[in-house]
Nanobody
Framework: QAQLVESGGGLVQAGDSLRLSCAAS????????MGWFRQAPGKEREFVAV??????????IYADSVKGRFTISRDNAKNTVYLQMNSLKPEDTAVYYC????????????????WGQGTQVTVSS
């Protein structure tokens, strides 16, 4: 099983950047696709990005709202997945969660087996 812990959130101004990290423990981290989701107050949890277990070319998917601004990556040697967030907007404000899935490419939170505790990202205008 996987245990996930996010870090790197904070309070920033519009246009700033943040890099979120998700540290994983467990025997099967490299076998999971890793996704990032976010949830704003009063809103449903929404898909942000996912990366395959290999992290190779053509192995990432992004929500339209973040495409071109956010980059997901993983370092299996460090058991860590990252979300680089550039050109942040107030609409990006949410709690960000990383999650693990046994299948690559799914966008529904219900598909993901393991979740971190979340890290708050707040973007002020």
């Amino acid at each position: 099983q996987a245990q996930l812990v996010e870090s790197g959130g904070g309070l920033v101004q519009a246009g700033d950047s943040l890099r979120l990290s998700c540290a994983a423990s467990g025997r099967t981290f490299s076998r999971y696709a890793m996704g990032w989701f976010r949830q704003a107050p009063g809103k449903e949890r929404e898909f942000v990005a996912v990366i395959s277990w290999s992290g190779g070319s053509g192995s990432t998917i992004y929500a339209d709202s973040v495409k071109g601004r956010f980059t997901i990556s993983r370092d299996n040697a460090k058991n860590t997945v990252y979300l680089q967030m550039n050109s942040l907007k107030p609409e990006d404000t949410a709690v960000y969660y990383c999650a693990a899935d046994t299948v690559y490419g799914r966008r529904s939170p219900n598909a993901y087996s393991y979740w971190g505790q979340g890290t708050q990202v707040t973007v002020s205008s």
